[in-house]
């Protein structure tokens, strides 16, 4: 049996996205970032930096949502989720490392200093700083997107889930996306797939 540790709007988001689409069966263990419960001793044995999400499938046990969403992919989703020629797998983790490289931070600030972080400790100025840092690499992903639906392999795949995963925090941060029509366009196309319902993600707005 699977186990995933993480609530529904931290990273493990990734990959309750993910499996949901696999249609796996597994235990959920809402762990809240925010909470004291990341530091009970038998969690830390599994995650000893007290972070979610964490994986456990038989003997593994895994950390970092990518990672975990590559593992589901590979070993449960071939033909589905992951690619088949080597060329298109490199593209998978080229826009899956480029969505936690170069915009996971900035999608996250904007969603904590404009409404998860108490009103006063919310500093426009990391907004400010956030959205600066977007524009370009959501140049990049537009142009990108022009005529596609998709971000490898002409299909759905795991990058496309850990794509919107990183933007719906900007999304939920109340981000702008109109000027990258591209981008926008996708974006609701991903978020709407059934299976981001049925993981009962919690709504990024």
Same mark, same amino acid.
């Given at each position: 049996?699977?186990?995933?540790?993480?609530?529904?709007?931290?990273?493990?988001?990734?990959?309750?996205?993910?499996?949901?689409?696999?249609?796996?069966? #597994?235990?959920? !263990?809402?762990?809240?970032? #925010?909470?004291?419960?990341?530091?009970?001793?038998?969690?830390l044995k599994l995650n000893p930096l007290a972070q979610v999400p964490t994986l456990v499938d038989g003997d593994l046990v895994l950390t970092e949502a990518i990672a975990i969403n590559f593992y589901l992919s590979r070993k449960y989703g071939a033909g589905k989720l992951w690619a088949d020629r080597l060329e298109d797998e490199a593209q998978i983790y080229k826009w899956s490392l480029f969505a936690?490289?170069?915009?996971?931070?900035?999608?996250?600030?904007?969603?904590?200093?404009?409404? !998860?972080?108490?009103? @006063?400790?919310? +500093?426009?100025?990391? !907004?400010?700083?956030?959205?600066?840092?977007?524009?370009?690499?959501?140049?990049?992903? +537009? +142009?990108?997107?022009?005529?596609?639906?998709?971000?490898?392999?002409?299909?759905?795949? !795991?990058?496309?889930? +850990?794509?919107?995963?990183?933007?719906?925090?900007?999304?939920?941060?109340? #981000?702008? #996306?109109?000027?990258?029509?591209?981008?926008?366009?996708?974006?609701? $196309?991903?978020?709407?797939?059934? $299976?981001?319902? @049925?993981?009962?993600?919690?709504?990024?707005?």
């Amino acid at each position: 049996m699977i186990t995933l540790y993480g609530i529904e709007w931290s990273r493990a988001k990734y990959a309750l996205f993910t499996l949901a689409e696999l249609g796996l069966d #597994f235990q959920h !263990v809402r762990i809240n970032p #925010f909470e004291k419960e990341k530091y009970a001793p038998e969690y830390l044995k599994l995650n000893p930096l007290a972070q979610v999400p964490t994986l456990v499938d038989g003997d593994l046990v895994l950390t970092e949502a990518i990672a975990i969403n590559f593992y589901l992919s590979r070993k449960y989703g071939a033909g589905k989720l992951w690619a088949d020629r080597l060329e298109d797998e490199a593209q998978i983790y080229k826009w899956s490392l480029f969505a936690v490289t170069q915009m996971e931070t900035a999608c996250v600030d904007l969603i904590l200093h404009r409404k !998860v972080l108490d009103a @006063k400790v919310r +500093n426009p100025d990391i !907004v400010q700083a956030a959205e600066k840092k977007l524009m370009k690499p959501l140049e990049v992903l +537009n +142009n990108h997107l022009a005529g596609k639906d998709f971000l490898a392999a002409n299909k759905f795949t !795991v990058a496309d889930i +850990n794509m919107a995963g990183v933007l719906s925090y900007a999304l939920g941060g109340g #981000f702008d #996306f109109s000027p990258y029509h591209e981008v926008a366009r996708y974006l609701d $196309a991903i978020l709407s797939r059934p $299976a981001y319902k @049925k993981a009962g993600i919690i709504p990024h707005t």
